[in-house]
T-cell receptor, first 115, second 114 residues
């Protein structure tokens, strides 16, 4: 039973560039959430996708956008990268029904470094 | 707004001794509470949750947590620590409205010394 997989593992970009991160949810899950974890901090919620629509969004600028595909996989896109975007980006999957009281399953993340 | 506080950045404990990692929360409705653990260069692993019912919740790897509504706390405990328990621990909360995302604390680094 494959868990949540994320790619790439590491990525180095320069300021102003654009980046796309990818996530495949755990088998059987239909909802994907993205989090940003800065060094020494807890994960911060970016947004959540279900049925190919953004359902909830955290306090992140429009430079952060996403997409969910019919197979439930998801992408996180960040435009006009800033030094402060350097972080571990985590994808988590779950079932939409019963979402509130069920744990999310996390991938190992993509480490994004901005130079 | 929801929030979680983990007052200790670091907890040190000797192997075999009991451990406690503290968490307090704030939500407008009823809380759904979670503990996750993160090992180096890995994602978060679910340990246990409190939704309703018994205030003492048992989870993976011998961990348990006690929900205290009056003190708005959800402390993580283990009777006998192992060196392999050394990791970063996160408490998280959401309310029961169905409209709020999961909010995490800053994390507590647990170091178990042999």
């Amino acid at each position: 039973d494959a868990g949540v997989t994320q790619s790439p593992t590491h990525l180095i970009k320069t300021r102003g560039q654009q980046v796309t991160l990818r996530c495949s949810p755990k088998s059987g899950h239909d909802t994907v959430s993205w989090y940003q974890q800065a060094l020494g901090q807890g994960p911060q919620f970016i947004f959540q996708y279900y049925e190919e629509e953004e359902r909830q969004r955290g306090n992140f600028p429009d430079r952060f956008s996403g997409h969910q595909f019919p197979n439930y996989s998801s992408e996180l896109n960040v435009n006009a990268l800033l030094l402060g975007d350097s972080a571990l980006y985590l994808c988590a999957s779950s079932l939409f029904i019963g979402l509130q009281n069920q744990p999310q399953h996390f991938g190992d993340g993509t480490r994004l470094s901005i130079l | 707004a929801q929030s979680v506080a983990q007052p200790e950045d670091q907890v040190n404990v000797a192997e075999g001794n009991p451990l406690t990692v503290k968490c307090t929360y704030s939500v407008s409705g009823n809380p759904y509470l979670f503990w996750y653990v993160q090992y180096p260069n890995r994602g978060l692993q679910f340990l246990l949750k409190y939704i309703t019912g018994d205030n003492l919740v048992k989870g993976s790897y011998g961990f348990e947590a006690e929900f205290n509504k009056s003190q708005t706390s959800f402390h993580l405990k283990k009777p006998s620590a192992l060196v392999s328990d050394s990791a970063l621990y996160f408490c998280a909360v959401r309310d029961d409205s169905g409209n709020t995302p999961l909010v995490f604390g800053k994390g507590t680094r647990l170091s178990v010394i042999a």
